[in-house]
């Protein structure tokens, strides 16, 4: 089976590092280039063939500034996650190249952006900042433990990737801290990445605050279809007014 991925991109393991109890930081250059090409929001294709079985899943990739990439690997026990994870130092993976659309908000509308990331969607707002030079600066919210916060914050920092993240602990926590953020409503985009019951409850809670969904994009990594938990709340009242937009 091992012939699928022959002529496949190869890519040279550099190293792999815990990043926080959660995540693993693997990170790659390629043998046959520079640099990898890749446009923001795109995935890169990874082979592995495991002896018996060849798998292919699609990954994040995070650029650093010495130009080579890396995943950030959430530890949900996948088969093919798992299976990169062992590799040593200086093993070769294939990529199959880069795959999916890039996603950016139209140059004209020059927003404002927020991340709100949940989970393994940490990887997409790592990916995009360390992609496009005017959104490094954007304000990262992550709805994570702060111990994987600070370990993923110090290894993106040894990248050369500067990274302006906040933990937030709960729903009212991550709503208080998008209105802190915002100033004029309609010079705001919203990043949503990861669960797809929590992307579709933050998106629920923007829209009812005058967001059009123009300005909000969903990078939904699991939980495609799921709707939002009903026993998630947030109260209201304790929330600032609309005027303080």
């Keep these: 089976m091992w012939f699928k991925s022959w002529y496949a991109h190869p890519v040279e393991i550099t190293e792999i590092n815990p990043a926080g109890t959660h995540f693993q930081w693997i990170k790659f250059r390629s043998l046959w280039v520079e640099e990898i090409a890749i446009l923001p929001g795109q995935y890169l294709n990874t082979d592995l063939f495991d002896g018996q079985d060849y798998h292919r899943r699609s990954y994040t990739p995070i650029r650093c500034q010495n130009g080579d990439f890396g995943f950030l690997i959430e530890n949900?026990?996948?088969?093919?996650?798992?299976?990169?994870?062992?590799?040593?130092?200086?093993?070769?993976?294939?990529?199959?190249?880069?795959?999916?659309?890039?996603?950016?908000?139209?140059?004209?509308?020059?927003?404002?952006?927020?991340?709100?990331?949940?989970?393994?969607?940490?990887?997409?707002?790592l990916s995009l900042v360390s992609l496009v030079s005017n959104l490094q600066k954007s304000p990262v919210l992550f709805m994570g433990l702060k111990s994987d916060a600070d370990s993923i914050l110090g290894v993106m920092e040894k990248e050369g990737l500067s990274l302006n993240l906040e933990v937030v602990t709960d729903w009212n926590h991550l709503f208080n801290r998008i209105r802190q953020h915002s100033t004029d409503p309609n010079d705001l985009g919203f990043y949503?990445?990861?669960?797809?019951?929590?992307?579709?409850?933050?998106?629920?809670?923007?829209?009812?605050?005058?967001?059009?969904?123009?300005?909000?994009?969903?990078?939904?990594?699991?939980?495609?279809?799921?709707?939002?938990?009903?026993?998630?709340?947030?109260?209201?009242?304790?929330?600032?007014?609309?005027?303080?937009w």
């Design 76 to 125: 949900l026990g996948g088969k093919l996650s798992s299976e990169l994870l062992r590799k040593p130092a200086k093993s070769v993976i294939r990529i199959s190249g880069a795959s999916g659309k890039e996603k950016l908000f139209p140059p004209e509308t020059n927003q404002h952006v927020i991340f709100v990331c949940f989970g393994s969607g940490i990887s997409f707002a």
């Design 192 to 244: 949503l990445s990861g669960d797809g019951q929590k992307i579709k409850f933050t998106e629920r809670f923007l829209l009812s605050d005058g967001i059009k969904p123009v300005q909000i994009f969903k990078e939904i990594y699991y939980n495609h279809k799921a709707e939002p938990d009903p026993e998630w709340s947030f109260d209201q009242g304790s929330l600032p007014g609309k005027e303080s």
